[in-house]
């Protein structure tokens, strides 16, 4: 019972680097979500997607990019990475049933872009 | 729109200390409202929840109730515990384009816990 998991756990690159986050869950979950989380910002919502094959932008998403090829894995891309996008980046999921209940966070992928 | 406001931390309390951390929101609607507890090298973990005004969540010894009157939901614990040294958001449950929801979150509260 995995839960959530999200690789790689850390990650340097230098500006204009391009890489793919992996999210995966083995808990059978509609709703997928990618988190970026900053110093005195709280989580803020990259993109998310509510089933396979459907994406959708959330608060910050320039400069990223997903994918929902399978229902188990979230894919977060950088084409060309900038300082700007160093953080933790975490990855979310949850049942379509019941609303506002049983979101299950990866253990981050902390990001340095130099 | 919806939003957020937690204390700022650093919160230093010695062990068996009482422990308040204001939370306010703003928010059209009656959202549901959730205390997340991120220790130190980990995800998020949902500490607890409550879906509408006057309800209260507990786990663990802490507690936090839905005001709708003040628009708070300011998360407590009698007792601190050395363990209990994490990172705190306070978050709501906020609406996306096709009816779908998302969480939106404060910044976060760091408490430190000393023997």
């Known amino acids: 019972n995995a839960g959530v998991t999200q690789t790689p756990k850390f990650r340097v690159l230098k500006t204009g680097q391009s890489m793919t986050l992996l999210c995966a869950q083995d808990?059978?979950?509609?709703?997928m979500y990618w988190y970026r989380q900053d110093p005195g910002m709280g989580l803020r919502l990259i993109h998310y997607?509510?089933?396979?094959?459907?994406?959708a932008k959330g608060e910050v998403p320039d400069g990223y990019n997903v994918s929902r090829l399978k229902k188990q894995n979230f894919l977060l891309g950088l084409e060309s990475a900038a300082p700007s996008q160093t953080s933790v980046y975490f990855c979310a999921s949850r049942v379509r049933q019941g609303g506002d209940y049983g979101y299950t966070f990866g253990s981050g992928t902390r990001l340095t872009v130099v | 729109g919806n939003s957020v406001t937690q204390m700022e931390g650093p919160v230093t309390l010695s062990e068996e200390a009482f422990l308040t951390i204001n939370c306010t929101y703003t928010a059209t609607g009656y959202p549901s409202l959730f205390w997340y507890v991120q220790y130190p090298g980990e995800g998020l973990q949902l500490l607890l929840k409550a879906t509408k005004a006057d309800d209260k969540g507990s786990n663990k010894g802490f507690e936090a109730t839905y005001r709708k009157e003040t628009t708070s939901f300011h998360l407590e614990k009698g007792s601190v515990q050395v363990s209990d040294s994490a990172v705190y958001f306070c978050?709501?449950?906020?609406?996306?384009?096709?009816?779908?929801?998302?969480?939106?979150f404060g910044a976060g509260t760091r408490l430190a816990v000393h023997p």
């Open positions: 997607s509510v089933g396979e094959g459907t994406t």
């Open positions: 978050a709501l449950s906020a609406p996306l384009e096709g009816g779908y929801n998302k969480l939106i």
């Open positions: 808990m059978n979950h509609e709703y």
